[in-house]
């Protein structure tokens, strides 16, 4: 239901953007890019979660490990601050090596801890960005249970104006 409704929501969204603004999208294309948000979620059984309610996670202090998967290069022009960097490709194979090209499982694994139970946020460029589809699915094979995607990643975040890290030098 949460991500029926998100995928909708995703919707409204770029269609307000586009009356805003000069339209980068057609309907059609929203419409396609939240249908395919929405099957990757249900697929993975994940979560979707906003960037508004990531922030009042933040704001409140909850327990949660968060994930960025753009490539390190990304990772230091912009990111949320706590954020912990682990590189995935867009196209999710089930093949480790392919899929995450920053380091190994283990690697991976010691940056979400040794609890399944504990939430992990993972996001990556945006809604066409599908590093973070990858990064929760890993997540899931690896056994956690709460699982959340920010599909409009740090795009979203900035078009919010939250506020970013950079590490650029």
């Known amino acids: 239901m949460k991500k029926t409704f998100l995928a909708i929501a995703l919707t409204a ?3 307000s953007q586009a009356f805003a603004e000069p339209q980068t999208y057609k309907e059609n294309e929203i ?3 939240a249908m395919k948000i929405h099957h990757e979620a249900d ?12 922030k009042k996670w933040i704001d409140e202090k909850e327990n949660f490990v968060l994930i960025d998967g753009n490539s390190t290069v990304q990772f230091n022009e912009a990111h949320i601050a706590g954020a912990n960097n682990f590189e995935f ?13 920053a380091g190994s499982e283990d690697a991976y694994k010691a940056l979400l801890g040794d609890k399944l139970g504990q939430k992990i946020v993972v996001y990556c460029g945006g809604n ?3 590093r973070s589809n990858t ?12 699982v959340y995607r920010v599909t ?13 890290e950079s590490t650029k030098k």
């Open 128 to 130: 066409k960005c599908g």
């Open 152 to 164: 409009s990643g740090i795009k979203g975040w900035q078009d919010a104006g939250f506020p970013v």
């Open 135 to 146: 990064a929760a699915l890993w997540t899931k094979e690896f056994g956690y249970h709460h």
């Open 89 to 101: 490709q867009a196209k999710f194979t089930r093949n480790w090596k392919d899929d995450a090209t």
């Open 13 to 15: 969204l770029f269609a």
């Open 31 to 33: 419409e396609e890019i």
């Open 43 to 54: 697929q993975g059984g994940y979560e979707l979660l906003s960037v508004a309610d990531l």
